[in-house]
């Protein structure tokens, strides 16, 4: 949700002028064939006939529309520059043109609500999503792009799910834009569930039916100022990216790396949040499955500010 709509008017306009140089599939063309070659580099002869394209003067207008920005011009020819290069990845990411389901996959994880095993499903609305069948608890729900089922085996499949989750997470709770690098807005509330606020606005999506995370009573709200990114993180990620709290849950057994993040108590489980004060904010999450007890305080800066003592 970029703030300024005087900024946002000319990015779109700027944007726009970007992706109509990108609209003949001979540009295209000539950046997958720069993509293909050895150092992104290729002769005006050998690039033209890479693309196969016959009619001279065609070639080298499109070519010459692609020059400064995507293309550059090199003294043994033309080279893919970075916005060449993005370009190609989110066309690899496959969500402009790919549609594919997976699943169900058995997990080798129990449901923390009825102890049968949880189920790993994909969908061509590009969710995926960590559920019970049988009692429809949902662990985890959260968007993959189609690259990440190409050339993978099922079980490979969702260890990238988990890792990329994991990444677009910790980078957005750092306050940088996983899509965009634009600077996140972050915000630790128990509005959880009040109308219009919050998960609500999520809700109103049809991509959810139900935010997965809104029976628990605290949440991070993430707002990215520059593009149209934003969501909701469990507040328990937060414990996954500091070392002093690894190394309290390393000795604790629980190793934050191996464990998939539907498996981590204190990532999935609402028990484990306590709203501890709301202004400021302030919540305690509990360690489910440390053998002794174990609950680590988080403040409004959305930083760990220790280990919560036990109320008594
Ligand atoms: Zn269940
Ligand atoms: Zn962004």
């Known amino acids: ?20 140089t990108l609209s003949h599939d001979l540009r295209l063309e000539i950046l997958l064939a720069l993509w293909d070659a050895p150092g992104f580099s290729l002769s005006f002869s050998e690039l033209r006939k890479t693309v196969g394209e016959r009619d001279s003067g065609s070639f080298t207008y499109h070519l010459s529309e692609l020059r400064d920005h995507f293309v550059a011009k090199t003294d043994e020819g033309y080279e893919l520059q970075y916005p060449g290069h993005r370009v190609l990845d989110a066309i690899q990411s496959g969500v402009f043109h790919e549609q ?24 061509t609305d590009y ?10 608890n949902r ?11 190409a050339d993978r085996d099922d079980d490979a499949i969702v260890a990238a799910f988990d890792r990329r989750t994991r990444l677009i997470w910790s980078c ?12 996140v807005d972050r915000e630790l509330t128990s509005q959880v569930h009040e109308e219009g606020a919050c998960v609500g606005v999520i809700e109103q999506l049809d991509r959810y039916d139900e935010y997965f995370a809104r029976d628990h009573p605290a949440v991070v709200a993430v707002d990215c100022e520059r593009c149209s990114f934003y969501s909701f993180i469990p507040v328990g990620v937060v414990l996954l990216t500091r070392p002093a709290v690894s190394g ?65």
């Open 139 to 149: 662990a985890i729900e959260w968007p993959f792009d189609p690259g990440g089922i």
């Open 100 to 123: 594919v389901a997976v699943g169900p996959v058995e997990l080798d994880t129990d449901c923390r609500a009825c102890g049968e095993q949880l189920t790993f499903k994909y969908d």
């Open 127 to 136: 969710i995926a999503r960590v559920r019970c069948s049988d009692c429809g």
């Open 172 to 183: 957005a709770l750092d306050g940088v834009c996983p899509f965009c690098a634009g600077r």
């Open 1 to 20: 949700m970029a703030s300024d709509p005087s900024d946002r008017t000319q990015a779109a306009t700027d944007a726009e002028s970007a992706f109509m």
């Open 248 to 312: 309290r849950l390393h000795e604790a057994d629980i190793d934050v790396r191996a464990t998939p993040l539907w498996d981590l108590g204190f990532v999935v489980d609402a028990d484990a949040v306590t709203v501890r004060d709301t202004d400021p904010m302030c919540v305690d999450v509990s360690v489910l499955d440390a053998p002794e007890s174990l609950a680590f305080t988080i403040d409004a800066s959305i930083d760990v500010i220790g280990e919560a003592t036990p109320e008594t």
